[in-house]
């Protein structure tokens, strides 16, 4: 298993930024795939961007391509997602999510969820 904890939600307004950390454990990250995830209450989960703890190109959502950033810290196991150019949009419940290389984010493992709100 690969727990993981959100931290860093928060209130911030419109244009200002955010960071987000997933702190996950386990002896065998590397095999794994990072992911942010946000949803709306309901709407459907939109995939934010996910990065691999071995390296790699990150993969980005459209809609937040330009404006936010995932990074990790292997020597911390915790995965980052700075925000910045915050909109309203961008208001939901960010989860983070460890998938298991091979597999798809419906297998992984999520965290409880980070609750950001944008202000216009």
């Known amino acids: 298993q690969v727990p993981v904890a959100e931290s860093g939600g928060g209130l911030v307004q419109a244009g200002g930024s955010l960071r987000l950390s997933c702190a996950a454990s386990?002896?065998?990250?590397?095999?794994?795939?990072m992911g942010w995830f946000r949803q709306v209450s309901g709407k459907e989960r939109e995939f934010v961007a996910s990065?691999?703890?071995?390296?790699?190109?990150?993969a980005y959502g459209d809609s937040v391509k330009g404006r936010f950033t995932i990074s990790r810290d292997n020597a911390k196991n915790t995965v980052y997602l700075q925000m910045n150019s915050l909109k309203p949009e961008d208001t939901a419940v960010y989860y983070c999510?460890?998938?298991?290389?091979?597999?798809?984010?419906?297998?992984?493992?999520w965290g409880q969820g980070t609750q950001v709100i944008v202000s216009s």
């Open positions: 386990g002896r065998t990250l590397s095999r794994y795939m």
């Open positions: 990065i691999r703890w071995s390296g790699g190109t990150p």
């Open positions: 999510a460890a998938a298991f290389l091979g597999t798809g984010w419906d297998t992984a493992y």
